[in-house]
């Protein structure tokens, strides 16, 4: 519900801007490669005072994780790995040429199971540097249930705000409270890792994302608050409450996935025991 909520926001916003302004959405499955060659293609040059940046943006709404990586996993998720965060990525082979993507940007909201996770996306396919980038939100199952869920309306200010934040430029900068908060943070940072190596270690990566994107979305400012880091924090937290279930059945152990399985279907059962005994 989340993901078409976003998709429809930045569908809404392109319908509003002109063809060449337009945000673009990558298609639901595709190879590898031709999805860099279409990332490569919305390569975007800009300036910040003198200097010239490139950007190569695109939105990845997906029902289906699976669909996305299906044709070669391995390749997608490395390629996600590798270019995270880096000024550019390229590839070469020695029959079908290759590509460079300077300023790669590819946003994934994707959806998946459990169940696919544990069963499909062993060890050697989803590795700690690709699990550790993302953020892994496990919905469990509550005692609240609606049969008819209504989906609020798309308000234009949230359209008219978007376009706003798209046509922002430059680099972010730390407000004094802002740097002492994440300071106290950093320094206190536990870096717990939820089963995931190197997770708590770069954290803090997320944390200053989130922050800017706090920061621009609220107030169209590029200027990091406190109140932006302790939002940042809150929703790690909630993120990170059932991290440690997502990759549980995950291994070179045959038997985890069915072990993980089974625990996931016990936690079902005693919760309804719970709720009939009451």
Known sequence: VAMYQARDLIESVNAQLPREDRMVLAPKCSSARKFMSILAAQQIVFKVGEKSYTHAPICCFLSELS???????????NFLTDSYDDKYFDYETEHKGGVRIDGPAPVLLACTTHNY?????????ITDGASRRFHWILDERSSTRNSEPERPPLDQ????????VRKMVGPFEWSDD?????KEWYDKNDRKDFGLTGYGTTKNVKIEK?????AASERLEKVIRAADIEMSLELCA?????????FEGVGRNVLNAAASSLIFHISILIGIKRRTDR
Do not use: C, H, W
Not at 178 to 182: D, V
Not at 210 to 214: E, G
């Open 67 to 77: 669909n996305f990586i299906q044709l070669d996993p391995n390749f997608t998720l």
């Open 117 to 125: 996770i544990t069963t499909k996306l062993r060890d050697d396919v």
């Open 157 to 164: 200010v949230l359209v008219d705000r978007l376009k706003l």
């Open 178 to 182: 802002g740097k002492a908060a994440y």
């Open 210 to 214: 989130m922050s800017m994107l706090f």
């Open 238 to 246: 909630l993120m990170e409450r059932n991290l440690s279930k997502v």
